[in-house]
């Protein structure tokens, strides 16, 4: 009983009736709503802003990455068409490079894997509020 039900079942000097108690119930469902979606929101915020960090420091690394890798494999190309013929000198490296590449995107899969969009508190709080509903109602 919550205690606007207490106070109003003292002041009348009886119990509540069916519809005051439906109210006072409908008003702490919403209240719960509100709090669960306001719960939600803040946990999408956070996993949001990790990813935006994730992202922005990720592209800064792609991008020296990739510089590198240009010149790097320009270097490595001349190098080679030293000892070889440069069409086969720069077909090796570029076979590296791809390989590299295919390295590198199956570890950023691994990663996005461990992130979490679901917000894992908000799901567990409501399905602690149905189960609290629901013993309320019998």
Partial sequence: MTASMRGRARVNGDEPSLGVILKDLTGEIQELFRAEVELAKRETREELQQVGGVARVGGVAVLAGYLAL???AFAAAWGLAE???AGLAFL????VAAA???GAALMARERMR???LVPEETVETLKEDVAWARARSK
Wanted: aromatic content about 0%.
């Fill in 70 to 72: 240009v010149l790097l």
């Fill in 83 to 85: 000892v070889m013929p």
């Fill in 92 to 95: 090796v490296v570029g076979v």
């Fill in 100 to 102: 590299i590449a295919v």
């Fill in 114 to 116: 461990s992130v979490r």
